[in-house]
């Protein structure tokens, strides 16, 4: 009997390790579909119905789940918290975000919806660092975490700073965990439109075959969103599971062609590694403008006539507007406030008004290289060449090498003609930021009127592929 016993103490340690590798401890999951963004023109129409499929399905299979819509960064911060409290040594937690996400230092940040982001380092204070909540799921004690994020959208935040690297940036995870992201890296796909993604169809599509490992669920998740999308949406995959796991509890392996996932990279020097895989800023000599004539300033164009009825009347009921107004009925001098209402008021188009702003917020605080390069911008739009240069010029003498006041004086002389100047400031902003779109954009159309045209088809081809909304960009400010 005492023999028998033994042996049987002996299978059940046998066999114990390889029960947890199928099941993988409990199984909780964080849900979340932001849609309704204050900046966005339009609130996404994805992520609600896709956050709610997915939930459905990840109960089906075993998941004690929390969904969470339209979460502010205080409610995330608390929907994270009550994960990481339940999270228990060995279990499996998984994370699903559709919304917006910026990446940031070489981080990608999931982004609430009452995040209020107008430079880089807004970013890091507003949103959540994928990096960071992996990290905090590994410390308590997780054996298997999955992390699918929905964000490799673009947003109406990162043209706000301009030296900006699109969709999201490289995982590095602790072992033992398997991420996947919508599109590949640093790239964006729009909204199709429908109510539900390509890449949530997928997705849901795959996990529910059975006898399927997590990272074959996600291999075939690729495959199908890249062949229905004809190459142009082309998931990526992160993998460092130590153990086999399947979203259908109780699945076995079966021998298959082995998954190719993207290696975890290796950690960059935190001090010396440059960000978004750009080359680290060089100084550079920047071309001093040549005197030249301009044409007198046009302010008085249909789009122009058209911002004291039709935009101001769109903008009355903008909610971001709408508190930097009400901070400026109580205090008149916040310098702070007008430079981003007038940040809010040019990406909406109404640029006599964002003028306004930035004017009132330069007699605040005169230095203010940032204001003089926006007002820079949105004179360069209405028409106002002669005034948008003389703010060029000053935002670069009080900083040079800036790259944003280089590209915006490099639209300055495409819009005058002078393409010879247009050309040589993209230049010198190409030489800080290789990955400046607007600038190749520029550069190519300055280079056809130059007569260098199979150049500046190559340069308009290049940034198109970057950034396919470009063209639409440029003849809004009118430049075609």
């Given at each position: 009997?005492?023999?028998?016993?033994?042996?049987?103490?002996?299978?059940?340690?046998?066999?114990?390790?390889?029960?947890?590798?199928?099941?993988?401890?409990?199984?909780?999951?964080?849900?979340?579909?932001?849609?309704?963004?204050?900046?966005?023109?339009?609130?996404?129409?994805?992520?609600?119905?896709?956050?709610?499929?997915?939930?459905?399905?990840?109960?089906?299979?075993?998941?004690?789940?929390?969904?969470?819509e339209?979460?502010?960064?205080?409610?995330?911060?608390r929907?994270?918290?009550?994960?990481?409290?339940?999270?228990?040594?060995?279990?499996?937690?998984?994370?699903f975000?559709?919304?917006?996400?910026?990446?940031?230092?070489?981080?990608?940040?999931?982004?609430?919806?009452?995040?209020?982001?107008?430079?880089?380092?807004?970013?890091?204070?507003?949103?959540?660092?994928?990096?960071?909540?992996?990290?905090?799921?590994?410390?308590?004690?997780?054996?298997?975490?999955?992390?699918?994020?929905?964000?490799?959208?673009?947003?109406?935040?990162?043209?706000?700073?301009?030296?900006f690297?699109?969709?999201?940036?490289?995982?590095?995870?602790?072992?033992?965990?398997?991420?996947?992201?919508?599109?590949?890296?640093?790239?964006?796909?729009?909204?199709?439109?429908?109510?539900?993604?390509?890449?949530?169809?997928?997705?849901?599509?795959?996990?529910?075959?059975?006898?399927?490992?997590?990272?074959?669920?996600?291999?075939?998740?690729r495959?199908?969103?890249?062949?229905?999308?004809?190459?142009?949406?082309?998931?990526?995959?992160?993998?460092?599971?130590?153990?086999?796991?399947?979203?259908?509890?109780?699945?076995?392996?079966?021998?298959?062609?082995?998954?190719?996932?993207?290696?975890?990279?290796?950690?960059?020097?935190?001090?010396?590694?440059?960000?978004?895989?750009?080359?680290?800023?060089?100084?550079?000599?920047?071309?001093?403008?040549?005197?030249?004539?301009?044409?007198?300033?046009?302010?008085?164009?249909?789009?122009?006539?058209?911002?004291?009825?039709?935009?101001?009347?769109?903008?009355?009921?903008?909610p971001?507007?709408?508190?930097?107004?009400?901070?400026?009925?109580d205090?008149?001098?916040?310098?702070?406030?007008?430079?981003?209402?007038?940040?809010?008021?040019?990406?909406?188009?109404?640029?006599?008004?964002?003028?306004?702003?930035?004017?009132?917020?330069?007699?605040?605080n005169?230095?203010?290289?940032?204001?003089?390069?926006?007002?820079?911008?949105?004179?360069t739009?209405?028409?106002?060449?002669?005034?948008?240069?003389?703010?060029?010029?000053?935002?670069?003498?009080l900083?040079?090498?800036?790259?944003?006041?280089?590209?915006?004086?490099?639209?300055?002389?495409?819009?005058?003609?002078?393409?010879?100047?247009?050309?040589?400031?993209?230049?010198a902003?190409?030489?800080i930021?290789?990955?400046?779109?607007?600038?190749?954009?520029?550069?190519?159309?300055?280079?056809?009127?130059?007569?260098?045209?199979s150049?500046?088809e190559?340069?308009?081809?290049?940034?198109?592929?970057?950034?396919?909304?470009?063209?639409?960009?440029?003849?809004?400010?009118?430049?075609?």
């Amino acid at each position: 009997m005492k023999f028998r016993l033994a042996l049987l103490l002996i299978l059940i340690v046998l066999v114990a390790p390889v029960t947890r590798s199928w099941a993988a401890g409990e199984r909780f999951a964080l849900v979340v579909g932001n849609a309704k963004y204050p900046d966005a023109e339009a609130p996404l129409k994805e992520p609600i119905n896709d956050a709610k499929d997915i939930a459905e399905e990840l109960k089906r299979d075993g998941f004690e789940v929390e969904t969470g819509e339209n979460l502010t960064g205080d409610a995330m911060r608390r929907a994270l918290e009550r994960l990481y409290t339940r999270i228990k040594p060995g279990s499996v937690a998984l994370v699903f975000f559709s919304g917006f996400g910026v990446q940031s230092a070489r981080q990608s940040y999931m982004i609430p919806v009452d995040a209020q982001i107008w430079t880089e380092p807004d970013v890091r204070r507003d949103g959540f660092s994928l990096e960071t909540i992996l990290g905090e799921i590994n410390s308590r004690g997780a054996g298997v975490k999955i992390a699918l994020i929905d964000a490799s959208r673009r947003n109406p935040f990162e043209r706000r700073f301009r030296s900006f690297s699109a969709g999201l940036a490289p995982v590095i995870a602790p072992n033992g965990t398997l991420v996947m992201y919508s599109a590949a890296l640093s790239s964006v796909v729009s909204d199709s439109g429908s109510t539900h993604s390509l890449f949530v169809s997928e997705l849901l599509k795959e996990i529910r075959v059975p006898d399927l490992m997590a990272e074959e669920t996600l291999n075939r998740t690729r495959v199908g969103v890249t062949r229905a999308s004809r190459s142009e949406q082309v998931p990526w995959i992160s993998s460092s599971l130590a153990e086999d796991f399947s979203f259908i509890p109780g699945a076995r392996p079966q021998a298959s062609t082995p998954v190719a996932v993207a290696k975890p990279p290796p950690r960059p020097d935190p001090i010396s590694a440059p960000r978004n895989d750009a080359p680290a800023p060089a100084v550079v000599d920047i071309p001093p403008p040549k005197p030249v004539e301009l044409p007198p300033p046009v302010v008085s164009t249909p789009a122009i006539k058209d911002e004291s009825t039709t935009v101001v009347a769109n903008l009355a009921d903008d909610p971001t507007i709408k508190s930097l107004t009400n901070k400026l009925v109580d205090n008149p001098d916040d310098a702070s406030a007008l430079y981003r209402r007038g940040q809010v008021y040019a990406s909406k188009g109404a640029y006599l008004l964002a003028v306004n702003d930035f004017t009132e917020s330069l007699r605040l605080n005169p230095k203010d290289v940032e204001a003089f390069n926006n007002r820079c911008w949105a004179r360069t739009v209405i028409g106002d060449l002669q005034s948008a240069l003389k703010d060029c010029n000053e935002a670069l003498r009080l900083r040079p090498n800036f790259v944003d006041a280089l590209d915006s004086r490099g639209l300055v002389n495409l819009k005058s003609g002078q393409t010879k100047n247009a050309i040589a400031d993209f230049d010198a902003a190409l030489k800080i930021n290789p990955r400046l779109t607007s600038s190749l954009y520029g550069r190519g159309l300055a280079k056809q009127r130059n007569g260098s045209i199979s150049e500046g088809e190559l340069d308009i081809s290049n940034a198109k592929a970057m950034d396919p909304n470009i063209v639409k960009e440029f003849a809004s400010y009118g430049v075609r």
